[in-house]
């Protein structure tokens, strides 16, 4: 069974700082990677996903991640972070099982944003 | 376009009443997910359902939980009877599988048992 870790629980950063979320995935064959951000009160929202080919992904709102198969990691990066950007971000893997893609979501990282 | 909608938005209720909580999901999806959100426990998947059948209920806690779908446009969550433990986010997702598509998330519904 495929496995997430997002080993940090929150995190804080200056407004214009760089980020980078850590998460550490488990899974035996390539995995289906996606990065969610949830804002409070709201469903999560897709940032980006990785299949397959190139393994630098771009995404929405300024995101990118990178996936690195020798290090099981999807971290999820930004190079210059605004203060809407503060919300909780979830990191998850996709496996084919029993004929669906069932995805196994991290325990998210909450990311504060300061002036 | 219409993402996933889901009603109600929040639902206060008292223990042993019942609860139900409605999803549309996106046009054209087969597929439908049901999810519970708690501090302790995180992002946990209730049921799956593919082409309005379901196909993987083993996240639902209880035989309180139950779900259906009678229409690709229309999916149930009830739980009966609701106990203060049950007090969660819910959220439905939906997703086209038949091309590897991600979930789309509704808002989520805020339930309180008292």
């Known amino acids: 069974a495929q496995s997430v870790t997002q080993p940090d629980i929150h995190i804080t950063v200056s407004e214009g700082a760089s980020l980078e979320l850590r998460c550490n995935y488990s899974y035996g064959a390539t995995p289906y990677l996606f990065w969610y951000v949830q804002s409070p009160g709201q469903g999560l929202q897709l940032l980006l996903k990785?299949?397959?080919?190139?393994?630098l992904v771009q995404g929405i709102k300024g995101f990118e991640a990178e996936f690195k198969r020798s290090q099981s990691s999807f971290n999820l990066r930004k190079p210059s972070v605004h203060w809407s950007d503060a919300a909780e971000y979830f990191c998850?893997?996709?496996?084919?099982?029993?004929?669906?893609?069932?995805?196994?979501f991290g325990t998210g990282t909450k990311l504060q944003v300061i002036p | 376009d219409a993402g996933v909608i889901q009603s109600p938005r929040h639902e206060v209720t008292e223990m042993g009443q019942e609860v139900t909580l409605r999803c549309k999901p996106i046009s054209g999806h087969n597929s439908l997910f049901w999810y519970r959100q708690t501090m302790m426990r995180g992002l946990e998947l209730l049921i799956y359902f593919n082409n309005n059948v379901p196909i993987d209920d083993s996240g639902m806690p209880e035989d309180r939980f139950s779900a259906k779908m009678p229409n690709a446009s229309f999916s149930t969550l009830k739980i009966q009877p609701s106990e203060p433990r049950d007090s969660a986010v819910y959220f439905c997702a939906s997703s086209d599988s038949s091309s590897n598509q991600p979930q789309h998330f509704g808002d989520g519904t805020r339930l309180s048992i008292l």
């Open positions: 990785y299949f397959s080919g190139d393994t």
């Open positions: 998850a893997v996709g496996a084919w099982s029993g004929g669906y893609q069932k995805v196994t």
